[in-house]
């Protein structure tokens, strides 16, 4: 088979040395040091040095026999491989003609993934497949900085918090968003939260929640799958609950329902976390999975511990006897309600004190904080990888590996639904999604694979 390629000797590159690079997939990964899939590179996995000026670029691409293999057709994929590759690569020195190509529009991005911390971030940014660089700013816009990405053809803005954690952050950054991207219809909240695991016989096994597992907000006993916590009244029999988030949309909870009875999704996922740890880098091994001596779940009496205590591996006889899993490096996905509030829970007293309260509102199995703010302004979807027991003392060291998890599971949602791209605006031939009539639209979504 004869290889296509392109020669882009003209082209004054001063950052790209020679390299012969074979892949079907996944072209943005080569400059990041990141092989996905079936995709090798040669030199091995060795990263492009900053060669002289004198030098250019020259790739060469070979079409694999992959059933996975790009969207577009030779040879107009050679070039836009190519591009793609520049464009991680090194975006400062990528001449003015070429950014301009890879730009996309505001109007182009219909969803959106959103992050409170920077680890959050960058678990998801290995999953991406490309990062065009994002629409230019407009003077007097809303303050948020973004990520552009693409996975099968969605196109995706990146938001993240400013640095701090909160409802009324959340809030600030879905509302700048909704102003510099008018067109958002989808939008993802992934990040870490505090499980809600069994303590005894009688709740271990409705609640069999291990650090690094996954909880996606899912309605249930007539609720929504968002639930705040301390939004209500005090009157003389307690606190009583006051009002609700806004549901997630009916279409995205169709596509959840048809992975959770896809027995072939906890395989995939597990695909998506090992291609990330599997990178020759070392940002790819900060984010692996700790041991099991590590998941302690202790007992709600135990005695009090000082604030930044690291000795819950100590604490082994007021430990919660659970035994190991068949498979203790593939997370368990838990589809059920999540309680979201302003504060982070770390007390023992004030967890069974909010879990009391929202006892005939389905049964919670996280907290987190920034849902709130994000469904105040606009519906969206909340998953969290579980990286603590909402307990004392705090544990930060899952923090890392139950963000990946999160983020795998949120790549295999987006991989299971059609793009939102219009017609009018994309020009790669992928799946568009027409928005005329958006009820109609919405019931016509079915889940689809790759």
């Known amino acids: 088979m004869t290889t296509p390629t ?58 694999s026999t992959s059933a996975h293999s790009l969207h577009t057709p030779y040879p107009r994929s050679s070039l836009f491989m190519f591009l793609r590759v520049m464009t991680v690569a090194t975006r400062s020195d990528i001449p003015s003609w070429v950014a301009k190509k890879m730009q996309k529009s505001r109007d182009e991005y219909a969803e959106a993934v959103i992050f409170a911390k920077g680890l959050e971030l960058g678990a998801f940014r290995p999953m991406l497949e490309g990062e065009p660089p994002p629409p230019p700013s407009d003077r007097g816009e809303a303050p948020n900085s973004y990520v552009a990405g693409d996975i099968n053809g969605h196109n995706i803005i990146l938001a993240f918090l400013p640095g701090t954690q909160g409802t009324i952050a959340a809030a600030r950054v879905a509302l700048n968003l909704s102003r510099s991207f ?148 593939i997370p368990t996905i838990h589809y059920r309600p999540i309680a979201s509030g302003n504060s982070v829970i770390m007390s023992n007293g004030s967890r069974r004190r ?12 996280c907290f987190e904080m920034e849902g709130t703010g994000l469904a105040t302004e606009s519906s969206c979807l909340v998953i969290r990888g579980i990286s603590d ?5 705090k544990q930060k060291g899952w923090q890392r590996y139950a963000a990946l998890a999160a983020a795998a599971f949120a790549k295999e949602l987006l991989l299971t639904i059609q793009p939102f791209n219009d017609d009018d605006h994309s020009d790669e031939g992928e799946a568009t999604f027409s928005d005329t009539d958006d009820s109609e639209s919405r019931d016509e979504w079915a889940p689809s694979r790759r």
């Open 389 to 393: 027991y909402a307990d004392p003392p």
């Open 182 to 329: 008018t067109q958002i219809q989808l939008r993802l909240l992934v990040g870490v939260g505090g499980g809600v695991a069994g303590e005894n016989e009688a709740t271990l096994q409705r609640r069999d929640m291990r650090l690094g597992d996954v909880v996606v907000a899912m309605p249930g006993n007539g609720h929504h799958g968002l639930v705040q916590y301390d939004l209500g009244r005090d009157v003389d029999d307690g606190f009583q609950l006051k009002g609700f988030l806004a549901p997630s949309p009916e279409f995205l909870l169709s596509a959840i329902i048809g992975l959770q009875t896809d027995r072939e999704m906890p395989t995939r996922l597990s695909e998506h976390i090992r291609a990330v740890l599997d990178g020759d880098d070392e940002d790819g091994r900060e984010y692996d999975r700790l041991p099991a001596s590590t998941d302690v779940l202790l007992l709600p009496n135990v005695p009090h511990f000082s604030h930044g205590c690291d000795c819950r591996n100590r604490m082994s006889r007021y430990a919660v006897r659970r035994g190991p899993r068949a498979k203790p490096d």
């Open 6 to 63: 392109v020669d882009l000797t003209p082209l004054p590159l001063r950052t790209f040395e020679m390299v012969k690079c074979y892949t079907n997939r996944r072209a943005s990964s080569i400059c990041t040091g990141r092989p996905r899939d079936e995709m090798l590179v040669e030199p091995a996995r060795k990263k492009l040095q900053p060669p002289s000026p004198t030098k250019s670029a020259f790739f060469q691409f070979e079409r």
């Open 354 to 365: 909010i879990l009391d309260h929202l006892e005939d509102h389905g049964d919670v199995l």
